[in-house]
Each structure stands twice: as C-alpha cells, then as structure tokens.
C-alpha cells in the first residue's frame, strides 16, 4: 500500500506560477513510477506528466510542454509539478498517482495503482 498526500494548490493568476506536491508514504517509492492528472469540472481526468522510478525519463501532455515541469526526490519521497505560465484553462483538482509497472509514460488512469486525494489549482484571467 502507498499513501499519497497533495499540497501547495491554490488560487493564482494567469501567467503566474505554482507549484504542487506530493509525499508518498508506505511501500519503496522508487519501486513505482509516479504522474500527475488534472480533473477540470465535467471533464475527464486527464495526464500531465510522468516521470520514470529514477527520474531520469519524463513525460508531458502536449498541452503543458514547455510550461510544467516534473521531479521527483527519492530519498524524500516525493514528486513535484512546477507549472509556469499557468492560464485559466488549467484549472482543475491535481491528483498524483503512482504505477508500479509502468515508466510514468501511461496516459490511462486505469494504469496506476494508487491515487492522493487531490489539489485545486485555480487561475484567475
């Protein structure tokens, strides 16, 4: 079992910056590959980005590339989202997740094992 808590959401303005974490608690955290999703009101959750147990390979969805940015620290166990250039339409609950067979590359929900509870990010126009 692996426990997985969100923080640092909030409200920000367009083009502003923030940043959100995660600490994972239980099993090895270098055992799971570890991403991001975004759930906006009535649509989908959707992956942001991924990053592989070494941290060394990274994924991003089209929509953030360039602007957010994943790392993870291992000997602390936890994984962080830099979102720069934030706009309104990123605007969603942030969740993290974390997949023990995958490289941090999967785009389905259903891939991953464990979820946190969630953030909200909200950006102002």
């Known amino acids: 079992q692996v426990q997985l808590v969100e923080s640092g959401g909030g409200l920000v303005q367009a083009r502003g910056s923030l940043r959100v974490s995660c600490a994972a608690s239980?099993?090895?955290?270098?055992?799971?590959?570890m991403a991001w999703f975004r759930q906006a009101p009535g649509k989908e959750r959707e992956f942001v980005g991924g990053?592989?147990?070494?941290?060394?390979?990274?994924y991003y969805s089209d929509s953030v590339k360039g602007r957010f940015t994943i790392s993870r620290d291992n000997a602390k166990n936890t994984v962080d989202l830099q979102m720069n250039s934030l706009k309104p339409e990123d605007t969603a609950v942030y969740y993290c997740?974390?997949?023990?067979?995958?490289?941090?590359?999967?785009?389905?929900?259903?891939?991953?094992?464990?979820w946190g509870q969630g953030t909200q990010v909200t950006v102002s126009s």
């Open positions: 239980g099993r090895t955290f270098s055992n799971y590959a």
């Open positions: 990053i592989s147990r070494s941290g060394n390979l990274k």
């Open positions: 997740a974390a997949d023990s067979n995958g490289y941090g590359s999967n785009k389905s929900p259903a891939n991953y094992d464990y």
